[in-house]
């Protein structure tokens, strides 16, 4: 089984992620720097160079890849629920956990942070609650969903890895 984390950018996949790994001794796996090192260039470089349609099958191949094995932490990239055939892979074996934050927190924690490039707009913060609205339906694929404002890292983690092991505990039941 994996621990599969999605939600919107900002929401904290890659950095609960990392410490979901340590606190679980799995191999913690970032779908985006998968695709960075598979492509030779950043997801940035890939978006302006090749456009979100690449991007895209670049990133539908990595799920492929990446759900080949198991006890893993898979960070995912905020647009992997766009394609329902990257929700099926990741279910295969998986424990679906989404994280939420509100679009002016989401605003807050990218602002300084240049590397998403479907944020780079004149109003990045009419573009996070416009995306959000849009994505919103397509997170409920998850098995549950962890708010993470107004809360440490470390207490986000926590509740992460007791919902992952109650739920593995109950399909063993
Ligand atoms: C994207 C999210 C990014 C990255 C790419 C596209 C999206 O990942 O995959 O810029 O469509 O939401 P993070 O969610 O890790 O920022």
Redesign the pocket.
């Known amino acids: 089984m994996n621990l599969i984390l999605i ?5 904290g ?2 950095t609960i992620g990392r410490k979901a790994a340590k606190g679980l001794r799995f191999k913690f796996t ?3 720097k998968e ?1 960075e090192q598979v492509c030779g260039m950043t ?2 470089q890939i ?1 302006k160079k090749c456009g ?1 349609v690449r ?1 895209r099958s670049e ?1 539908k191949a990595a799920i492929k890849r990446v759900t080949q094995e198991s006890n893993q932490v898979i ?6 629920v ?1 394609d329902p055939e990257n929700i099926e892979m990741l279910k295969g074996n998986g424990i679906i956990i989404c994280l939420t934050a509100p679009p002016d927190v989401i605003f807050q924690r ?1 602002s300084q942070n240049k ?5 780079r707009t004149e109003d990045p913060l009419g573009t996070i609650t416009k ?1 959000l609205q849009e ?1 919103q339906p397509l997170y409920q694929c998850a098995d549950f969903t962890v708010e993470t404002s107004a809360r440490d890292s470390d207490d986000v983690t926590a509740e992460v890895v007791r919902r992952f092991r109650e739920r593995l505990e109950e399909l063993h039941r």
Do not use: Q
């Open positions: 939600g919107f950018m900002g929401t996949k890659t970032d779908t985006d695709i997801i940035t978006f979100e991007f990133e960070a995912t990239g905020g647009g992997v766009l990218i590397s998403r490039p479907l944020l995306m994505r």
